[in-house]
């Protein structure tokens, strides 16, 4: 079930969106459950505390779908206008398309290579409209399963506090909770990374957890 729960994220997100998501979810819930360990908050109580973390963390997971949207979106459309005009618009030609190219395999590939590549698509018909709003979909799609990953950092956090009695304890088990939860996004991520799934997902949890501790001193 994770598996193929995980295989849904990567296909329609990518696994670079989902692990940014993913942190950016968790480090976020952290900073509250770090603050209040610490005292920051005062004798706050946990549902006020879940209502903090679940409120951060749809709004900013909303943003980001927006943004998500309205780039790749804007992106998508700067191409297949520049494919019907060969009008580069504010770019050169040659910038335009190192630019969409940027990321991908084309990177590992030498100059005259890409320029091959280029050549191609120079010469290449643009696909019928019908075709290219198929394509906004799929990129909405994207854009939602990020705001879905984000919103669902917020479950082992509900549950710790929801059904731990004591406070002390369900934010201790909600931080450990958290930092088990992104080494086990990283250990599925890291292969279709080409890492090391335990390495990367120990990596991530490190990383998450030394910001979020940096983050919560410096009062991020």
Not at 135 to 142: A, M, N, T
Request: hydrophobic share 50%.
């Amino acid at each position: 079930m994770i598996s193929k729960s995980m295989r849904f994220f990567v296909k329609s997100a990518g696994p670079g969106l989902v692990i940014q998501e993913a942190m950016y979810g968790f480090i976020m819930a952290l900073i509250f459950v770090t603050a209040t360990r610490f005292g920051v908050f005062g004798d706050i109580s946990r549902t006020h505390l879940l209502m903090m973390i679940l409120g951060m963390n749809l709004t900013w997971g909303a943003i980001d779908m927006v943004v998500f949207y309205l780039v790749d979106e804007g992106e998508h459309y700067q191409m297949h206008r520049f494919l019907q005009t060969k009008d580069p618009g504010l770019y050169s030609v040659k910038d335009l398309l190192d630019e969409d190219f940027s990321g991908t395999v084309l990177d590992s590939m030498y100059e005259e290579d890409r320029q091959r590549v280029y050549d191609i698509v120079l010469s290449s018909e643009y696909v019928p409209d019908d075709c290219y709003m198929q394509k906004r979909k799929e990129l909405f799609k994207s854009a939602f399963v990020a705001f879905l990953v984000t919103a669902l950092t917020v479950v082992p956090f509900a549950l710790c506090l929801l059904l731990i009695p004591d406070m002390k304890d369900a934010l201790l088990a909600s931080a450990v909770m958290a930092s088990v939860c992104l080494f086990g996004i990283g250990y599925k991520m890291g292969p279709y990374l080409g890492k090391n799934g335990m390495h990367f997902g120990f990596a991530i949890a490190v990383v998450s957890l030394v910001i979020t501790i940096v983050a919560t001193l410096t009062g991020g």
